[in-house]
């Protein structure tokens, strides 16, 4: 009958699963992902190296890019950054009731309660991403890790709440894989950094020293719905003497009552219902 897709054909669904991609947008969307907070402007060589493409395909999406107003280049150097227009695309995004949305306000004062710096972060693509940061009265202020900047899970306690409640496979997996070291006090055993994933779900929290940052340390609580799912993690960070305690961490108390706070607000999310970022 005209119009009917050969008996052999993949059936195609409404998701567009069975579709085939566009390598090029794909491609283009790889290099503008090189570009960090901590990566603002990039070469055309950095980016081959972050990207794996071929300097000949980087270079003519660049140019394109380019023309389109969503990188700019420099004249001097010749390297690259997002330009403005990427920030009126962002805009268009709907926000809804995003996780960062839902949760500002007490994270603003649970940062003003201790002066630290609170951070929200969720667990994407075996990595945790900073979701939103806020900072304290604190003379030092922590901001190693930026909004939209990523930390390996087995690194900070934001991470490790994260990792301690994924499912035991996928946690398995983590485990098994090369683990990176960001300080001599980066936890890169597998084995023991199992049996502190443990302590984390007994307690209900995370304590981390130097594993990010030499001198500094972090705590953090993770922010699970009515069903127990866990959506994000909230930590603080600051200078070590700024968190540590001679018994509890000094931060705990207030922290455990911001993440019961918290509790409330998010407990119809589910991990999938909502966008979170």
Not at 114 to 127: C, D, E, K
Not at 149 to 177: I, R, W, Y
Not at 202 to 216: C, F, N, Q, S
């Amino acid at each position: 009958m005209y119009g009917q897709a050969p008996a052999n054909s993949p059936r195609r669904t409404r998701d567009g699963s069975t579709l085939p991609r566009v390598r090029s947008i794909s491609r283009a969307i790889h290099i503008m992902r090189a570009f960090t907070p901590e990566r603002r402007h990039l070469t055309l060589a950095e980016i081959v190296r972050a990207t794996g493409l071929d300097a000949g395909t980087t270079r003519r999406i660049l140019v394109t890019l380019r023309d389109e107003s969503i990188v700019r280049q420099d004249d001097n150097t010749g390297a690259y950054c997002l330009a403005l227009d990427v920030l009126q695309i962002a805009g268009a995004v709907p926000e809804g009731n995003s996780l960062r949305e839902l949760t500002e306000s007490r994270l603003m004062r649970l940062a003003r309660d201790t002066g630290a710096t609170v951070f929200l972060s969720i667990l994407r693509n075996n990595a945790a991403v900073c979701l939103a940061r806020y900072h304290g009265e604190s003379a030092v202020q922590v901001r190693w890790w930026s909004v939209g900047g990523k930390l390996p899970l087995n690194c900070g306690a934001g991470p490790k709440v994260l990792l301690a409640h994924m499912p035991e496979t996928e946690q398995d997996s983590f485990l098994n894989s090369n683990l990176t070291q960001l300080t001599d006090k980066s936890v890169i055993d597998a084995g023991r950094l199992k049996k502190e994933l443990n302590e984390i779900r007994e307690t209900g929290w995370a304590i981390t020293h130097d594993d990010v940052a030499v001198g500094l340390s972090a705590l953090a609580v993770p922010l699970s719905n009515a069903d127990g799912d866990v959506l994000a993690a909230v930590s603080v960070g600051g200078l070590t003497a700024q968190i540590a305690g001679e018994g509890s961490p000094r931060c705990l108390d207030d922290l455990l009552h911001c993440g019961r706070d918290l509790a409330t607000l998010v407990r119809s999310i589910s991990p999938t219902s909502m966008p979170v970022e």
